[in-house]
């Protein structure tokens, strides 16, 4: 086996990706169909990290690390990548209804 790539106590830092879920904040921002660049983009800067994450993953299972850095680098990933991907839908879907709402208004 390599030398482990980081301590039990560091593992605790992957975990703490959960604070991404601060993003829920964004939901009135998006409701109203504002800021849709950085918003879209902060998603897929997400969902590239999830994936990076994900390969890390494979790749310390692979060179035998041990599980206190192979748990927390795949469940990252997977939240990251998976969970912001399937969001990135319905994110999308609601700047299309914002847009209607939008167009709809100023037709009246």
């Known amino acids: 086996m390599t030398h482990q790539w980081f301590s039990p106590e560091d593992a605790i830092w992957f975990a703490s990706a959960g604070v991404l879920s601060l993003t829920a904040l964004a939901a ?4 109203r169909g504002r800021h849709k660049r950085l918003i879209v983009g902060t998603w897929g800067v997400t969902i ?4 990076i994450l994900l390969v890390a993953g494979v790749i310390a299972v692979l060179e035998g690390q041990p599980s206190h850095v192979v748990v927390p680098l795949m469940a990252s990933g997977v939240v990251m990548a998976v969970g912001y991907g399937i969001s990135l839908l ?8 914002a847009e209607h709402r939008k167009v709809a208004a100023r037709e009246l």
């Open 48 to 51: 590239v990290a999830g994936m």
């Open 90 to 97: 319905f994110v999308l879907r609601a700047y299309r209804t």
């Open 28 to 31: 009135p921002i998006i409701a």
